[in-house]
């Protein structure tokens, strides 16, 4: 499974930074707080800023939205109230 994941990172041209928002906005449109809070965390220590991290939650409420997006930014600044 982890060989599978650096398989799959290493496919293209995205750099870490945009990897981690993408996985993000995917656990975001999942529905999934663990993986919320999971995603966050890898990309705050990646170097993503509280803004980026944010804004990766706002885009989802034209095509998640508005109760989605709710609850992942709640779950998001479960992470960031922690750093």
Excluded: N
Excluded at 4 to 25: I, N, Q, S
Excluded at 32 to 59: F, K, N, P, Y
Aim: glycine letters at 10%.
């Amino acid at each position: 499974y982890s060989k599978l994941g650096e398989a799959t990172a290493k496919a293209g041209p995205l750099d870490d930074k945009t990897r981690r928002l993408v996985k993000l906005a995917l656990a975001i449109g999942l529905g999934s707080q663990g993986a919320v809070h999971s995603h966050t965390r890898r990309a705050a220590g990646d170097g993503c800023s509280g803004d980026e991290i944010i804004q990766v939650a706002l885009l989802a409420i034209p095509t998640l939205g508005f109760p989605r997006t709710m609850a992942a930014l709640t779950w998001i600044d479960d992470v960031l109230e922690q750093r």
